[in-house]
């Protein structure tokens, strides 16, 4: 059975950080491309950071320079430090894991919200 659990949100003011943490089990987690996604409310769901089973990684414009996505992949666990946040960043954050096979795989984790005040 596929897992993928988040944990790490809340509340913090502007400028403060937080360190998401996305728990896999029941996947190849180092063969799977990992991300991070987020959506806020009346908003469609946007990715956030990317990074591949080679460990190539991408950003969304909006938070390059302030997020750092990073995997471990002996512990299955996939990671986003976010620092200086925004009341823009308040959303629910997800975490996906893809991969190609015989097909297509993608699976979502539940979210964990976090929520920035300004």
């Known amino acids: 059975q596929v897992q993928l659990v988040e944990s790490g949100g809340g509340l913090v003011q502007a400028g403060g950080s937080l360190r998401l943490s996305c728990a896999a089990s029941?996947?190849?987690?180092?063969?799977?491309?990992m991300g991070w996604h987020r959506q806020a409310p009346g908003k469609q769901r946007e990715s956030v950071a990317l990074?591949?089973?080679?460990?190539?990684?991408d950003y969304a414009d909006s938070v390059k320079g302030r997020f750092t996505i990073s995997r471990d992949n002996a512990k299955n666990m996939l990671y986003l430090q976010m620092n200086n946040l925004k009341p823009e960043d308040t959303a629910v954050y997800y975490c996906?894991?893809?991969?190609?096979?015989?097909?297509?795989?993608?699976?979502w984790g539940q979210g964990t919200q976090v929520t920035v005040s300004s």
């Open positions: 029941g996947i190849p987690f180092s063969i799977n491309d």
């Open positions: 996906k894991a893809r991969w190609i096979g015989v097909r297509l795989y993608e699976y």
């Open positions: 990074i591949s089973s080679a460990g190539n990684t």
